[in-house]
């Protein structure tokens, strides 16, 4: 398979261009402005749609304050938010920067790695494949997963080449339209797919795109998080570019609405949480992250305030606008209220009170202080906290999961308070979540009888393996832009720092094992794509941090604050 390399020099490196910025400029920068900056242009800019609050969207609506379409529909693309701000080209993969900032050797073979990822479909790239090694059975790591394409395409259009994502983003919206069956069952219309591959027939000399919806995922359990995804990429794609065509496109807004009519359907919840089966996101086995999972429910909130950026105010479009703000409100008030934990909230709960009845009730999901791991009272330090893994009746799970908590700061959905508090605890337990290998996709792991019960014995999920407190370079990027949108890029720096003693030597791994990441993990698959993208990005991000305006959002200043700690489980 040939691979284009017209965007490189001929000494196989990316074309020199001059730089916004060194990695020790940055603690210098005003980090509450880089959202709202322009890649290139340095232009005065209205408030961005980004800022607006909620509230304000009625105002919105209506058509004195809407520009229309030829077709009497409202454009939302007219707003200072998508001016065009041509993309240029990274330093990452350079001889040197004109800044003097000598870019670290392996960034190079990093993105030799990513290019020899590429899939083509009838002559055009449409994703990255999940890993390129040849020395172990494929099973489906020869395949472009919704999910891991993201770092990818993020370095992509951080790069300058935003026509690979555009591809990705068409593909996988036809394939959305596909009628998707589980045995007699058929998913919902908006289900994306988890992955696809490409079939060559050599005989008829065509090629045709094969997708995977759960059907033959282990436990056959559809991907929540890949319709989230897609709306998080379109959005990213739409603001590096500019380029709003792709997104008001009939088919992308159809598809847009598909994937929300999924989520914002009415049922028996009580939460404005999405309710979710084990498996359906990143820990894509058995891990007991069942019920209402971080993870899903900070892509959720994320992936609705990037759509009501990209839906136009048609007569469609804006019921979904006014749904989504509604969900916006319930969604941040309950997470910032019942999920957050820090070293107040966790005594209060250590004095709850049970079997409470009324609107009255402190303890509303009726926590048994009893159940308590005795590992959290040590984790939790005095100044710090995070958004715990999971809360239903009677449940709390007070796992650390890294991509809940780094969406959640991001995203906004943690008030900058929240978000500060995150990266102390991140730099207060740094033995335990980073390690020797950034970074632990959830801690801490379980064992033993636990593990039994928990996993169903599972054997890839051992204690301190895969997602069952294993270490994910690829979490890298995650940690970079949170870093960067709290004023803390010195934790990311030693993060990378971190992965470059190892990543390049040991081939990519997928993950690492042990409590400290040692190891190359037992399963691991080497030159894994999205543990070379997540480090791209990451270096990408600290060497010009106005890419974090692709894949973070402001903080909604009319977003239902978080309650008083002292009564903070009281209507």
């Not at 009255?360 to 005095?382: G, R």
């Not at 995070?386 to 009746?393: A, E, M, R, V």
């Amino acid at each position: 398979m040939s691979i284009p390399n017209s965007d490189m020099s001929q000494n196989g490196n990316i074309r020199l261009v001059d730089s916004l910025c060194s990695v020790a400029e940055i603690e210098e920068i005003d980090f509450s402005k880089l959202l709202d900056r322009p890649s290139l242009l340095n232009m005065e800019r209205k408030r961005s749609f980004d800022e607006r609050s909620l509230s304000e969207l009625s105002v919105a609506l209506s058509p004195r304050h809407s520009s229309r379409n030829a077709d009497n529909s409202f454009r939302i693309f007219d707003h200072p938010e998508y001016v065009f701000s041509p993309s240029r080209r990274s330093l990452i993969g350079t001889p040197r920067s004109l800044t003097g900032f000598e870019p670290h050797p392996m960034v190079a073979e990093a993105w030799e790695t990513l290019r020899r990822s590429l899939v083509f479909f009838r002559g055009q790239p449409v994703g990255t494949i999940a890993a390129t090694d040849t020395s172990e059975e494929k099973l489906n790591y020869d395949q472009v997963f919704v999910r891991d394409f993201v770092p990818s395409g993020l370095a992509f259009l951080m790069n300058g080449e935003p026509e690979i994502v555009k591809n990705f983003i068409l593909k996988t919206l036809r394939l959305q339209s596909w009628e998707k069956k589980i045995d007699r069952f058929q998913l919902g219309e908006g289900v994306m797919p988890a992955s696809f591959k490409v079939l060559h027939d050599p005989v008829r000399n065509s090629e045709t795109l094969i997708a995977d919806f759960g059907e033959s995922a282990i436990g056959r359990v559809a991907p929540v998080d890949s319709g989230f995804w897609w709306i998080i990429l379109l959005r990213a794609y739409t603001k590096s570019t500019g380029d709003s065509s792709l997104a008001e496109l009939p088919e992308c807004q159809k598809g847009m609405r598909l994937i929300l009519s999924l989520c914002l359907s009415e049922g028996f919840d009580t939460f404005p949480t999405l309710l979710c089966a084990d498996g359906c996101c990143m820990i894509d086995r058995r891990m007991g992250v069942y019920g209402y999972p971080i993870e899903i429910q900070a892509l959720f909130f994320m992936a609705l305030r990037c759509a009501l950026l990209l839906l136009k105010h048609d007569d469609e479009g804006k019921e979904f606008v006014e749904r989504i703000v509604k969900r916006l409100h319930a969604l941040s008030y309950h997470m910032r209220s019942y999920f957050w934990l820090d070293f107040k909230q966790l005594n209060d709960i250590y004095r709850y009170k049970t079997e409470e009845y009324s609107h009255t009730a402190v303890n509303k999901f009726n926590v048994i202080p009893d159940s308590l791991p005795e590992w959290v009272f040590d984790f939790m330090p005095t100044r710090g906290g995070y958004f715990i893994g999971n809360i239903s009746p009677a449940r709390m799970d007070f796992r650390w999961f890294c991509l809940g908590n780094c969406i959640a700061i991001l995203s906004s959905l943690a008030t900058p308070e929240q978000s500060m508090a995150i990266m102390d605890l991140i730099e207060s337990r740094w033995e335990e979540l980073a390690g020797e290998m950034p970074l632990k996709v959830c801690y801490p792991a379980i064992e033993s009888h636990e593990w039994r019960i928990v996993t169903g014995c599972d054997p890839k999920n051992t204690r301190w393996s895969y997602h069952n407190g294993g270490s994910w370079p690829v979490l890298l990027w995650l940690l970079t832009a949170a870093c960067i949108k709290t004023g803390r890029p010195q934790i990311a720096r030693r993060a990378i720092e971190l992965a470059e003693s190892r990543l390049l030597k040991d081939n990519w791994p997928e993950y690492y094992d042990g409590k400290l990441g040692r190891y190359i993990g037992k399963q691991a698959r080497k030159f894994q794509t999205w543990s070379v993208a997540g480090y791209l990005v990451a270096k990408m991000l600290l060497e010009d941090p106005s890419h974090l305006g692709m894949i973070a959002l402001e903080e909604d200043k009319q977003m239902k604050p978080a309650m008083k700690r002292s009564n903070s489980w009281t209507c």
